[in-house]
Each structure stands twice: as structure tokens, then as C-alpha cells.
């Protein structure tokens, strides 16, 4: 492709270089390639299933951490617009028909006095229409209620963030998922000095008005808690906005300028890798309950925190036994073994290395970035799945698959998709530093042949938008993984208005 002038100055301006567009390019005309599974992870294989006493032992590991000075940090992905969890609202509301038209909309209307936001919708409701949302219904005008909620000149929830929506009553009114967040890492992240550090990536266009309700929220939060809190905020950087391209494979353009779409949330690998805490929460901004639900959750954030300091050191204790001299043979195997049934990583030629060439093996698995996944067992929620795949150099490893990178040709992968015993509700805890303590750049342990193409609809036009590999899939592809069950009362995403009708989301 030869550049123009144009071209030039947009690369410049968002830090892109001429070789990625032009890579990024090639791979929306050619794609990319499935990825090679060799089983679904299950119990026992792939997926550990801790006994009582684990759980006991895992949640005294984490205790431990934190009492010693351990540093830790929540991140949750919350950039966008919630216009998504509004879709049939809006499409009621830009309808013809005055009254609920669809179960979707009967079931939002019948309960609306059990969504937290009722109050201020009933006083918006009022200020719009001089009237309460019962008078409104019973004259047929349920269309007015809805667009007061999610219209401009109402309450405006289809352009706010989910952070700022209210999810859960409380006793004293309600609370938006952003101060859910809060309440919720004060009882596993509070480090030694009582503080809380939490971390939300969220779209340029809300970074006022999120700094606005942090400011509100926290001083509150921290007498209700006894904590402090160290609220930060990123956005995805420009510089991993992907290029989008028509449906031949040419460069998509608007008014003569490339067209760049944000790159996914595989994009907030770079925030992630920007961000300070040796001990790193992810958790979707949609997956929170309120308090009166949430023992199971703190449950199993300490037990899989647990998990992931004790195998951070495990992992040094053998990485210091390598980095003495040369281990014995018989030290040497039970590395391998360490490698094979806790971190199901697999070679089919370590058997065979001489003495040196294990334990540079040996040592080169075990000095990577640590992650630690819950996984619920699967009940027909969306996600993708724990699955044991073939890595670049031979290996295979454990790794969190969409089932947009599996191939449907392939009936043997088909039936092991089919066959996946959990899904992934993106619940994890990483460690970020390398076995001298320094911080590794997590962009190196990116696997850049698992992204994805989806065909987008722009101005009317069919185009071709390229993924990064996503954040949990093949953003950390060469990453040390444990994959532990979690039982389902630790994921209640909110995708659609009406899951906050959910019991999990009632208060």
C-alpha cells in the first residue's frame, strides 16, 4: 500500500508505524489461524477443584500476603457506553407502538418498581411529563416512562457508563456498579496500611463525570468500610486502535482519512502492563452483587489470590534451586512434574533433554507472568472456555478460548467444544513481576496470531474490523495459567437491563 500525505499524519498522530498498518492489513485480508486444541480443560485435568481443607489452606496463603505487606490491585475494564444493555429499550422507544410490544419490554415495565434506579426515574417521569410513571402507564404511555430513562432529556442510561448505573438498592437508596467495585475489593484488596487501590479503564468521553461520582463515593465508602481507597483511571491508548477495511481487504476511509476502530479490550494489555501492584484483580465491571450476596464472591477472590501466591512461590523456590547449579535429575523431574500436573504445560520431547537443556527449559516456563482463572461450570451462559491448546514452540498449555477461534470444520474440535465441562466468567488474579522482582513487559508474551476479524456495519457500509487478541485469551497465550472452579453465585454479569431483575442483583 502506498502511503499518502494523509495516511502519514493520522499514523503520527496516534503513534501507529507504517509496518503495523501495513501487517494489520495483511491480516484482515488472510485472517487468522484456528487454533489447535487438544482437550477441553476439565476437573483434574486442566481445572483444579479444591477441597475444603485447600480452600481453608489457599485462603490463609492470601490472609497471609496481605498481613506481610503484599501489593495489590483491582482492575476493572469499564470503557464504553452502556447502549448495549438498553438495545430493546431503545428499540421500543424509537417504535411505533405506545405500549409494551414484546415480552422483554412486559417483564421491564411489570417490575419496574424493583429496579434500584425507579426513584429517580419516577422524579424524572415527573419533571418530563408532570406526571408519576403509574399514571403514565395506565394512560398507555409506557413509551414516555422508557425514553425517560434512557433519552438525553431524561436520565440519558443509554450514553452513561455501566460504572455509573444503578445497579442495587441499598438502605439508605441505591448504589451504581462503580461503587459496588469499591465496596467490594475492601474486603480481599485492602493492603497492610489499610488501603484500597483500584483501577478503572474507561472511555475518554466519561473521565469527568467517573472522576465526579468517585469523588462522592469514596469518602462515604471508606467510613462505611474502615478503609482507604486509591481510585486511578486509564484509557485504551490510541495506539492500539486497528485499522478497518472494506470487505475486499482495502483500507476502509472516511472523508479520505484511514478509519480506526478501537482494537478490543486485548487493547488494555498496555493498561494493564502500565499499571502498578505486583498482585493484579480483572473483573468485568457488569459482574458485581450487592452486599447482602457477596460472601461467595470474597470466598473464592481470597482462595484464588491464594492459589496464585502459592504458586508464585513454588515457582521461586525451584527458580532458586536452577539458579544454585545444575540440579539432579531427580530434582530436575520434579519440576517437570510441577510443570505438567499443576501447570499443565506439557512437552512431548522433555523427556528425552540431557540435564542442561531441561533446565533451561525448566527455567524459561517458570520465569513468566503468573495468572490464576476462576472457571464456573457451564449452564449455558455465553463465554469463552478453559480449553488445553498447542502453543507456537510445541508446547501445549492451558488456555481461555473463544469459540470464534476454533474451527468449525473440524468436527474433532467442534465435539470438544461441545463437550467443555466450563466457561470462562473472566474472574482472575495475576502477578506481574519476574524472579528478580522487576516487572516484566507483559506486550512480549502476546501470542499476535489469535485475533479476530467481525464484520461491522459503518454509515451503512459492511466492514471488516480487526480484534487484538483479547485481554484473557491470547493477550496472555504465554502466560503461566491455573484454572480453578468457581461455583456460578461468583458470576452475574448484567448484559441486558432486565438481568438486574435476577435475584442476585436484588438486595
Not at 487484538?468 to 448484567?494: K, Q, R, Y
Request: net charge negative; hydrophobic share 35%; charged share 25%.
Amino acid at each position: 500500500m502506498t502511503l499518502q500525505p494523509i495516511d502519514i499524519e493520522t499514523l503520527k498522530s496516534r503513534g501507529i508505524s507504517p509496518e503495523r498498518l501495513e501487517e494489520e492489513l495483511r491480516q484482515l485480508k488472510t485472517g487468522f489461524p484456528y487454533l489447535e486444541i487438544i482437550a477441553p480443560a476439565t476437573a483434574g485435568r486442566g481445572i483444579l477443584v479444591p477441597t475444603d481443607s485447600q480452600r481453608k489452606e489457599y485462603t490463609e496463603i492470601w490472609n497471609r500476603y496481605l498481613a506481610d505487606g503484599g501489593s495489590v490491585l483491582k482492575m476493572t475494564p469499564a470503557s464504553g457506553a452502556a447502549s448495549r444493555m438498553f438495545k430493546d429499550l431503545f428499540a421500543f422507544a424509537q417504535g411505533d407502538s405506545l405500549t409494551p410490544d414484546t415480552d422483554f419490554i412486559r417483564e421491564f415495565c411489570d417490575n419496574i418498581e424493583r429496579f434500584a434506579f425507579y426513584p429517580q426515574l419516577e422524579e424524572t417521569v415527573k419533571r418530563l411529563h408532570g406526571k408519576g410513571i403509574a399514571e403514565l402507564f395506565a394512560e398507555g404511555r409506557h413509551r414516555d416512562v422508557v425514553g425517560a430513562l434512557i433519552m438525553p432529556e431524561g436520565m440519558n442510561y443509554g450514553q452513561l457508563p455501566k460504572a455509573l448505573l444503578a445497579f442495587h438498592r441499598t438502605k439508605d437508596g441505591s448504589r451504581v456498579a462503580l461503587e459496588e467495585h469499591l465496596a467490594e475489593g475492601a474486603r480481599y484488596a485492602a493492603g497492610k496500611d489499610g488501603v484500597v487501590k483500584v483501577h478503572f479503564t474507561v472511555s475518554p468521553d466519561h473521565i469527568e463525570i467517573m472522576k465526579a461520582k468517585i469523588a462522592e463515593a469514596t469518602p462515604r465508602l471508606e467510613k462505611e468500610y474502615g478503609v482507604k481507597f486509591e481510585v486511578t483511571l486509564s484509557i485504551q491508548k490510541p495506539s492500539t486502535d486497528t485499522v478497518a477495511a472494506n470487505l475486499d481487504g482495502t483500507p476502509y476511509r472516511e472523508d479520505g482519512k484511514l478509519f480506526f476502530r478501537p482494537g478490543g479490550h486485548g487493547a488494555l494489555i498496555e493498561n494493564l502492563n502500565d499499571l502498578g501492584g505486583d498482585t493484579v484483580f480483572i473483573k468485568n465491571i457488569d459482574n458485581v452483587v450487592p452486599d447482602s450476596r457477596r460472601d461467595s464472591t470474597i470466598e473464592y477472590k481470597k482462595l484464588i489470590g491464594g492459589v496464585l501466591i502459592w504458586a508464585k512461590e513454588k515457582i521461586e523456590h525451584y527458580a532458586g534451586k536452577l539458579e544454585e547449579g545444575l540440579p539432579s535429575r531427580p530434582q530436575l523431574n520434579e519440576m517437570l512434574d510441577f510443570l505438567r500436573d499443576v501447570l499443565f504445560i506439557s512437552d512431548d520431547g522433555a523427556a528425552e533433554m540431557d540435564d542442561l537443556e531441561l533446565a533451561d527449559y525448566l527455567y524459561c516456563k517458570l520465569n513468566r507472568p503468573i495468572r490464576v482463572c476462576g472457571m464456573v461450570r457451564n449452564e449455558g451462559e455465553p463465554g469463552g472456555g478453559p480449553f488445553l491448546a498447542r502453543n507456537a514452540d510445541g508446547t501445549v498449555s492451558p488456555q481461555i478460548l473463544e469459540s470464534s477461534q476454533i474451527d468449525p470444520a473440524n468436527p474433532a474440535a467442534m465435539a470438544m467444544l461441545k463437550n467443555a465441562t466450563h466457561f470462562n466468567p473472566v474472574d482472575l488474579v495475576v502477578y506481574k513481576k519476574d524472579l528478580e522482582g522487576h516487572p516484566f513487559d507483559l506486550r512480549e508474551y502476546v501470542d499476535p496470531s489469535t485475533g479476530f476479524i467481525s464484520q461491522k456495519s459503518r454509515k451503512g457500509v459492511e466492514i471488516k474490523a480487526l480484534e487484538l487478541p483479547g485481554l484473557w485469551n491470547g493477550a496472555m497465550s504465554d502466560w503461566n495459567t491455573i484454572f480453578v472452579e468457581v461455583p456460578g453465585s461468583t458470576f452475574n454479569p448484567v448484559k441486558t437491563v432486565n438481568d438486574l431483575l435476577r435475584p442476585a442483583h436484588q438486595a
